[in-house]
């Protein structure tokens, strides 16, 4: 079974610094996707990026961006020019890309970091 | 404006009671999901829903039910056999496609007194 793997409970950044948030997920699978959500204080959960496994390049969205190492099966979310409002929880998920029904649609999900953003 | 409304907010209910969490979407999307959050829990899939008239129960359905009657409403009741039922409960939706690109609804917290 798929298993997605956030080793840092929590982090703090300064404001316009940068910093990365780890995430690694174990597979047998060759065809995936992978996601970064944010769950600020609202408690909504708001996607911030995503990756298809069969991309070599990297996602990139704004200030957000993932470095994806398939062969060490590492999905590292980095934010650049850190703002007061990205003070949230980060959530690292996985999906199969193997079929369109059944169990292989649910997302596995890590434990969630909580990133601080100091001024 | 498109989204995933989720009602109430907040929900007290007395041990013993069933009770009914509301979600609806306006999105178009064939797929619906609950999930509930425990805090240093993550997410956990409770039931999803890819047609109406169809679901399939997640990691954690026991003591819970859903029903899918209509394209837009996904409403999951918290019935009494369900020991522990405090917590935050959150819809999600999708188009069925390779992304499984969730959008979410805000979520509602119940608390069992």
């Known amino acids: 079974a798929q298993t997605v793997t956030q080793s840092q409970p929590e982090m703090s950044v300064q404001e316009a610094e940068t910093v990365t948030l780890s995430c690694t997920y174990d597979?047998?699978?060759?065809?995936?996707?992978l996601f970064w959500y944010k769950q600020p204080p609202s408690r909504q959960m708001i996607l911030v990026i995503r990756?298809?496994?069969?991309k070599q390049q990297n996602a990139t969205e704004n200030r957000f961006s993932v470095n994806f190492q398939k062969a060490a099966k590492s999905f590292s979310l980095k934010i650049s020019d850190s703002q007061l409002g990205d003070a949230a929880m980060y959530f690292c998920?996985?999906?199969?890309?193997?079929?369109?029904?059944?169990?292989?649609?649910?997302?596995?999900w890590g434990l969630g970091t909580s990133l601080a953003v100091n001024p | 404006d498109g989204g995933i409304t989720q009602s109430p907010k907040y929900l007290f209910r007395k041990e013993g009671q069933n009770v009914t969490l509301s979600c609806e979407q306006n999105l178009n999307h064939d797929a619906m999901y609950w999930y509930r959050q425990d805090p240093g829990q993550g997410l956990r899939l409770i039931y999803y829903s890819q047609i109406v008239n169809d679901f399939q129960k997640g990691d954690i359905a026991e003591g819970y039910s859903v029903s899918r009657e209509k394209k837009e409403s996904f409403p999951l009741t918290v019935t009494s056999a369900q020991k522990n039922p405090t917590a935050f409960y959150l819809c999600a939706s999708s188009i069925v496609s390779s992304y499984n690109e969730q959008f979410f609804g805000p979520g509602t917290r119940l608390t069992v007194l």
């Open positions: 990756q298809e496994a069969y």
């Open positions: 597979t047998s699978e060759s065809d995936y996707y």
């Open positions: 998920a996985y999906r199969s890309g193997s079929g369109y029904a059944g169990n292989n649609r649910k997302l596995i």
